[in-house]
């Protein structure tokens, strides 16, 4: 069971020591496996990242490519040096999921290929301040790095984003270096929505100021926006979903243009936040010259990350499905991919920790969207150590005060959860809302009980056998 | 401490059979709305409801004035630096007057973090940009380079608003400021420091008070955790709209369903321990 100390450094600890008797060791690392050839790409995002770099390994090792991957979604500078030196000169990518504040402590050492900017939105404040505080050292980041040696693959849907890679352009244009740059994002109006959500983080113009006019956003601050004055200009991406059709949770078709091709993909992991992951995998992996037919066919095989729609079968009959959610715009996705997708859930449990890893500011819960949610379910159980400040957040969106079930022990929560889906709903499905330490602690009794494999299991990076192995695990 | 004095003279009664109603002013929530601040908007909207007290809330964008008496109780939430910056002259330049004027003539303020900077002389802010206040608080702050992150648990006293008695109790909420606030020697704190960082994490005070108006850091949001201070904030609400003894209404029968009491229990019991258990 990964303690509150470990948090998102599980797995991390002979990085950790290694670190600790030679501070340069991911420098070193990394130059060694430079010179036999491999290349390092950086996956960072503040929602999504842990699913868009599983999906981007996927791609790659379609392609025939041996990978590195830091799997288990130690992102930290120690579990980015764990997973260096387990590979040792192995290898022709590595594939790094990066904390968003650790982005800028270890691309100086690693010197990327490729960096993958994913989102920025609202998450943890009481871990890194502001969320500008937290953009100004991405743009100090790329600023340090030679543009014409990276590969800067962004989602220019985010304005935030957007006006710290238009510097990182300007600042290359005048040294006379072209840098290199590829925009993703979405180009279906159809499943966007008129307007920003309450929860929009970046609602101004970074250059001056004036709130942005968005025709329509699809996830949060992302969208079609423009800057009234001018002053910042969204490219036209150049890898983007053109044509975005939900199939509810079982699965999402999209038609991506990836640089004037179009690729279809049905993609087996439920929602709109899921099809920026899509299309961020399909842009990296163009950006490293994978073959634009095997990407598809790749990305169709890509299935959800622990945690995150992930649906476990109980041996009781029926399933659980286990929704990671840790920030106001993360949970309003999986809230309206839940709601929207049409699914009975009668069944379903919120579990609230403020550990570290989770956030010790509780406050998020107040700014995400619940309401239609809390409507259509009914009744909710609030599980975790902050479950009473879970309830009152129901009620106080529209819950009937009788409609909050306080299970606090997150191993009884999962038990009421499942007696609850079996008792009330026709197939037995129940839905886990679950912050981070909360995630790890139900997934540990999960695996405790046999229902589906530990979550710090190694992943081998052979997907055709993993998906085996999965498959097995889960009979 | 006896505030009887402050509550509106100009609060019309409630005639028998008619429905009390508060009316509440959201200043900039498109711009000030971070950390819950919806929150503490949803549970004065439902617990004045529970009660079987209407009420309005009325959202204020730059540019745009109010007239002082107008509104029962004002509502200033936070955001972040750049945002407040941005609001920050607009505020000072148009509101001033109007917010001094509200404040001594009864109505009830609530400020959290951002807007309780706001409401203080000025606030150097983490980018070295001054941003001028309201001067309704005798406090001003500057920024650090750290920030204060964490649980806090502070002891208050509210005091009395007409024949509703004064109370004394703890407070539990979140703090995450870069600003260091100091209060002028006519300031009185809203509350002290039992555990965590408050105004300046040295002085032992948090927040700010005077007459019903309450400058805070604490979110969390604030309100949901602290339901006697939401009361509070309700009934000097209440006197402002309908005369000192309307303040009593909200204490009116026992209407706050059974499970929210627990819940609330709960979750402020959890906040205090956590805020006790954290090393600073």
Redesign the interface.
Known sequence: MASRATGREGGALPGKVLLMLAPSALATLSNRARRRGRRTILVSATNGKTTLTAMLADVLAATGLEVVHNATGANLRSGIATTMLQAGRRGDVAVLETDEATLPLVAPDLQPDVIVLGNLF?DQ??RF????VLADRWRETLGALDPALVTIVYNVDDPLIAELVDAHVARATAIGVAAHVIPFGLADASVGQAGLP?AADSR?CRRC?EPLAYAHSWVGHLGAWTCPNGDLVRTAPLVAATEVQLDGLAATNLAIDVAGTSIDVRLRIPGLYNVYNAVAAAASAHALGAPTALIGPALGEASPSFGRFERIPVPSGGTITLLLVKNPTGLNEVLRTLVDSGVDISATLFALN?HIADG????????ADLEPFLAKAGVVIASG?????F???A???GLD??G?L?EEDLEDAMYRVLERAREFTEHGHAYALVTYTAMLKMRAVIAQQGWARAYWANEPRSKSKSRRARTKARR | MSSHDHSSPAGSPVFPGARPRIRILHLYDRYLNIYADRGNIQLLRQRAAWRGIDVDVQGLDPGETFEPGEHDLIYVGGGQDRDQAMIAERMSVDLTQSIKAASEEGTALLAVCGGYQLLGSHYLDTNGVHQPGVGLFDLSTEASDTRLIGNVAIEVELPAIGDRPAAQGVVAGFENHAGRTSLGSSARPFGRVMHGAGNDGSSGFEGCRLHHAIGTYLHGPLLPRNPELADWLLAAALAHAHGSEAASLIDAGDTIPEPVRRLEARARAASIARAKAEKR
């Not at chain 1, 301040?129 to 500008?132: A, D, F, N, P, R």
């Not at chain 1, 150590?385 to 400040?389: I, L, V, Y």
């Open positions: 609202r404040l009481d301040g502001e969320l500008e309450h101004f100021g403020d010790r500011d509780t406050s998020w819960i107040w700014d150590e902050r479950a009473a400040e309830g009152l957040r009620i106080y969106g005060p009788e909050v306080l």
